[in-house]
């Protein structure tokens, strides 16, 4: 039986002293687009509204859950960025989104 590939990282390296450095913005930058994506609501009323709303915040959170990996691997995960962004934009936090992009040069800080 074939083995399951998984795609090739991507993203920003973080050396190893500017992640233990940067832990703590990094982990309330994602602690935050969490809190935020769950607290909002559909912006329409009926069922087919609150699922896709549903989705977009389900997306956002794993978008998280993959930033938080590829942290943990010593990375900013791109496939990550785009995914949470892409979400937080939808559920209308443009200026949350914007925070999350500026996670790439979080080492520049």
Known sequence: ???ATL???TGTPIHPDDRARLDQVFMQVVLDV???AQQTAPAQ???L???FHRETVSDALQGCA???AGWNQGRVDDAALTRTTKALRA???PDLATRVEKLRQ???A
């Open 7 to 9: 795609p090739p990282m």
């Open 91 to 93: 559920l209308d936090l």
């Open 45 to 47: 009323s009926g069922n």
């Open 1 to 3: 039986m074939p083995r």
């Open 106 to 108: 979080i080492a520049d």
């Open 49 to 51: 509204a609150a699922m």
């Open 66 to 68: 993959m930033l938080i």
């Open 34 to 36: 969490q809190a935020q």
